[in-house]
T-cell receptor
Framework: GENVEQHPSTLSVQEGDSAVIKCTYS??????FPWYKQELGKRPQLIID?????GEKKDQRIAVTLNKTAKHFSLHITETQPEDSAVYFC???????????FGGGTRVLVKP | DAGVTQSPTHLIKTRGQHVTLRCSPI?????VSWYQQVLGQGPQFIFQ???????GRGNFPDRFSARQFPNYSSELNVNALLLGDSALYLC?????????????FGPGTRLTVT
């Protein structure tokens, strides 16, 4: 089955700096790669996703890149703000509606 | 709020007991998936149901079972609870069990087994 590895496990950045989280996956049949943000005690919230027919996608301060050949994808957050502090999870699946395989999570702390 | 709802919010059970968790999907969504999130880890897929049929099962023991009702709500049942079953149980709904429709998570049920 699919296996998703996520790095780093923790990330501390100064407010205004950029944060980058990287994930690798094992199953070449995966075509959908979402990113979820989970604040303490809350539900995972979809913040951005990318499908295999696209190499990059951007939404304001957040961008994702995908390299299907190398089987890795990354989340980039620019101009970080204290409210970006949370745990971020990457995931992979065949399609958006299929079962998601999650990475282990990255705890991001943005220091004012 | 027309999002995914789950009940109860919190639950404390004793080892060996049985538990039932409930999920109501977003209106119009016909697929429900269940995930287990142990503290400090990513969610792990347990089951997916679409149109009342099981469409996928993760690597969980037979103590875990689920079903989906005609109104697309779902129940997750866990028998003979173990301490290791303590976790946040998340339900996610989607329009369909496959295809380009994203999954949206409910707030979860936090289960503590003592």
């Amino acid at each position: 089955g699919e296996n998703v590895e996520q790095h780093p496990s923790t990330l501390s950045v100064q407010e205004g700096d950029s944060a980058v989280i990287k994930c690798t996956y094992s199953d070449s049949a995966s075509n959908y790669f979402p990113w979820y943000k989970q604040e303490l005690g809350k539900r995972p919230q979809l913040i951005i996703d990318i499908r295999s027919n696209v190499g990059e996608k951007k939404d304001q301060r957040i961008a994702v890149t995908l390299n299907k050949t190398a089987k890795h994808f990354s989340l980039h957050i620019t101009e970080t703000q204290p409210e970006d502090s949370a745990v971020y999870f990457c995931a992979a699946s065949m399609t958006a509606g299929n079962k998601l395989t999650f990475g282990g999570g990255t705890r991001v702390l943005v220091k004012p | 709020d027309a999002g995914v709802t789950q009940s109860p919010t919190h639950l404390i059970k004793t080892r060996g007991q049985h538990v039932t968790l409930r999920c109501s999907p977003i209106s119009g969504h016909k697929s429900v998936s269940w995930y287990q999130q142990v503290l400090g880890q990513g969610p792990q897929f347990i089951f997916q149901y679409y149109e009342k049929e099981e469409r996928g099962r993760g690597n969980f023991p037979d103590r875990f079972s689920a079903r989906q009702f005609p109104n697309y709500s779902s129940e997750l049942n866990v028998n003979a609870l173990l301490l290791g079953d303590s976790a946040l149980y998340l339900c996610a709904s989607s329009v369909r069990g496959n295809g380009p429709y994203e999954q949206y998570f409910g707030p979860g049920t936090r289960l503590t087994v003592t």
